[in-house]
Nanobody, 125 residues
Framework: QLVESGGGTVQAGDSLRLYCTVS?????????????AAWFRQAPGKERELVAA????????SYADSVKGRFTISRDDDKNTTSLQMNSLNPEDTAVYYC???????????????WGQGTLVTVSS
């Protein structure tokens, strides 16, 4: 089970860090370290989109164009956690953010093996 935290309401230009912890640390295919991790988001009235993803070892990552240079994804396999550092937030970043794991790469919403429940991020102007 994936549990997100760190969401909240901030002003434009602020920073926020999201956390995702793997409860139990084990999935059908193995432990957290055997999975790529990712963050998706879904804004009201829009489809869920991939924001950032990181490979099994953390040696590779990918970002949506809209967040490149502002967001950074990381992982700590010893703590079974992945984080999303979000800087220079703007109102267009307002969405529910979901943590996900995928045993393949690249990560896609239709190949995700497990989802978190989501955490709301609201950015006011």
């Amino acid at each position: 089970q994936l549990v997100e935290s760190g969401g909240g309401t901030v002003q434009a230009g602020d920073s926020l860090r999201l956390y995702c912890t793997v409860s139990g640390g084990t999935f059908i295919g193995g432990t957290f370290k055997h999975y790529c991790a990712a963050w998706f988001r879904q804004a009201p009235g829009k489809e869920r989109e991939l924001v950032a993803a990181i490979t099994w070892s953390g040696g590779g990552s990918s970002y949506a164009d809209s967040v490149k240079g502002r967001f950074t994804i990381s992982r700590d396999d010893d703590k079974n956690t992945t984080s999303l550092q979000m800087n220079s937030l703007n109102p267009e970043d307002t969405a529910v953010y979901y943590c996900a794991v995928d045993n393949g790469w690249p990560v896609r919403s239709d190949t995700v093996d497990a989802w978190g429940q989501g955490t709301l991020v609201t950015v006011s102007s």
